[in-house]
């Protein structure tokens, strides 16, 4: 675990997650990386380095114990543990991810919703009641909290980011489409639609160009 | 433009754009790649490599015009054109989509909102009306769609996805937490909320370990 492994692997690891976690459900018990890749549509070779990464866990002859390899992938996700989430900005999409019960099937709790709009203040979306964001340092004194989820307009995200941050939540999620600029010992993930958008339509018109 | 690109530099060039446009904003003419690496904090040899992928654009003790700049990564993401998208599902995510008014600046015009909720029927998002989900073949024959945005659940995103490519469209943005198995002429772009939640969570546990 001492050598750094590359956000493009890392990027792979979720989906490893979600095939093993379907295999699981339906009670297969190991697989070959042959199957695996049939299954995920990368090549087998590419399954047994991302694996190597992080030790291997393949056996010679025998393949993948699945039960293993999905709980192995999941420490190395940090879904051994839970995660409390707040999520800044209870507009459509903040309420979308609080209404998200897969996440905490995955561990991630989302125990706060907040708002600058006072139209908003007590209105509860599956039983979390949306807060002002005035009451954040009182909410963060009584409730741990690791990631802080940022879906509010671009033009308030850095004040918002750097307020949390003070607040000694070094985690963020962020929706805002800007990069935010914070210190290093903040983590930070995040979510530009825009740039999801523009890829898609990048991919469209050389689809277009192929076709001719 | 005939060698492949690789989708590592498309997935960067959308930033560029970002960036380059807020200079723009800012009355910026233009710039060398040593002050844009500072600006973005990537290296500038890897934003000359970036755009020479295109055909370059710099030239040698001017930099960069930023006003053609940005116009030609936005003809190379196909923004100098318009994509109509309809919305399918119009849930929280699918109403926060719809509601995202900086889409239709980049020429991404949402048309039509759609679900199979009854209670739904009627209700208007941002002048859209949500129609019934029955009507998509009608709608689909008196509107241009480029994109179909997927905000269902993931048990119906393969039964939505299958009808959607039957109606001839063929490009799919798609949120549901599937990789949906379509006939390779249909162009599909993933936003995996829980695999981005999960990335997050690998770098918050590494990052502990790191501060140990």
């Given at each position: 675990m001492e050598k750094e492994i590359s956000q493009a692997v890392i990027r792979r690891m979720p989906r490893y997650y979600r095939y093993l976690g379907e295999l699981l459900d339906d009670g297969v018990e190991r697989i070959s990386s042959n199957e695996l890749s049939a299954l995920m549509k990368v090549t087998a070779s590419q399954i047994r380095q991302d694996l190597n990464n992080f030790g291997g866990f393949g056996q010679q002859g025998y393949g993948y114990n699945v039960r293993h390899l999905y709980d192995e992938i999941g420490k190395i996700l940090g879904l051994n543990r839970q995660h409390n989430i707040i999520v800044i900005g209870a507009g459509n999409l903040g309420q979308a991810l609080a209404n998200y019960v897969k996440f905490e099937k995955r561990g991630f709790i989302i125990n706060g919703l907040f708002d600058i709009?006072?139209?908003?203040?007590?209105v509860t979306v599956r039983g979390i009641d949306i807060r002002m964001l005035e009451d954040l340092p009182e909410f963060v004194k009584n409730h741990k909290v690791d990631i802080a989820a940022l879906t509010v307009p671009k033009e308030n995200a850095m004040e918002v980011a750097n307020k949390v941050v003070e607040l000694g939540i070094h985690a963020i999620w962020n929706f805002a489409h800007l990069d935010l600029e914070l210190p290093d010992y903040v983590v930070v993930e995040n979510v530009h639609l825009s740039d999801s958008l523009m890829q898609l339509s990048y991919n469209i018109v050389k689809h277009e160009q192929e076709m001719k």
């Open positions: 709009n006072p139209a908003l203040k007590g």
